[in-house]
Nanobody, 115 residues
Framework: VQLVESGGGLVQPGGSLRLSCAAS????????MSWYRQAPGKERELVAV????????NYADSMKGRFTISRDNAKNTVYLQMNSLKPEDTAAYYC?????????WGQGTQVTVSS
């Protein structure tokens, strides 16, 4: 299993970023996918989850209305569109999949929101 995140960077408050996670090594279309984030000195927290067919999504309360998770099963890729970014969204963002009870993680992509 390999998960490779990309798309992070430095953005001003109020700006937008789109993160991507390219997956391989498993049947992507069979599994729910998630995005997590971890800020310095804080625990890793769930950002959003999307079902295997993309028909169902869930978000942490602080991200509702600003973030959108989506997936393209033909490309084995999950996305996180982030709008109206705030300084408190600064964190490393990680892609995740649980397969048979074991969690797999990417290396993360850093998002920094600062003026």
């Amino acid at each position: 299993v390999q998960l490779v995140e990309s798309g992070g960077g430095l953005v001003q408050p109020g700006g937008s970023l789109r993160l991507s996670c390219a997956a391989s090594g498993f049947t992507f279309s069979s599994y729910a996918m998630s995005w997590y984030r971890q800020a310095p000195g804080k625990e890793r927290e769930l950002v959003a989850v999307i079902s295997s067919d993309g028909g169902s999504t869930n978000y942490a309360d602080s991200m509702k209305g600003r973030f959108t998770i989506s997936r393209d099963n033909a490309k084995n890729t999950v996305y996180l569109q982030m709008n109206s970014l705030k300084p408190e969204d600064t964190a490393a963002y990680y892609c995740n999949v649980y397969i048979r009870g074991y969690g797999y993680w990417g290396q993360g992509t850093q998002v920094t929101v600062s003026s």
